[in-house]
């Protein structure tokens, strides 16, 4: 299965993105999926998760202000982002754990590719 992520661009502080991961080749409705970042220097970070039964994790970082959902008619898993700062500033990548709950995403998953992601550029 590959994953695909989109929706990224450059947008002003306070502003919203919805990011898009999309899954072809097969389904991951049966996978936890989980959104990292990396900015430039720093190590990728565990964004959001969202179990196969649709619980969600958030980093402190974006609690109240970032949003992970799922379609799994749609077989994608999406990342509503409000109220973005300069400090969200990362390339974003979606990957599927290894299993169906929270806990199988982090440590991320040593298997599949991380895909080029989508690069989010917040200015001031």
């Known amino acids: 299965v590959q994953l695909q992520a989109s929706g990224g661009g450059l947008v002003q502080a306070g502003g919203s993105l919805r990011l898009s991961c999309a899954a072809s080749?097969?389904?991951?409705?049966?996978?936890?999926v989980g959104w990292y970042r990396q900015a430039p220097g720093k190590q990728r970070e565990l964004v959001a998760g969202?179990?196969?039964?649709?619980?969600?994790n958030y980093a402190d970082s974006v609690k109240g202000r970032f949003t992970i959902s799922r379609d799994k008619t749609k077989n994608t898993v999406y990342l509503q982002m409000n109220s973005l700062k300069p400090e969200d500033t990362a390339v974003y990548y979606c990957?599927?754990?290894?299993?169906?709950?929270?806990?199988?995403?982090?440590?991320?998953?040593?298997?599949?590719?991380w895909g080029q992601g989508t690069l989010v550029t917040v200015f001031s």
């Open positions: 080749g097969g389904t991951f409705n049966f996978y936890a």
């Open positions: 990957k599927r754990g290894d299993g169906n709950t929270l806990a199988a995403l982090s440590p991320p998953s040593p298997f599949g590719s």
């Open positions: 969202i179990s196969s039964g649709g619980s969600t």
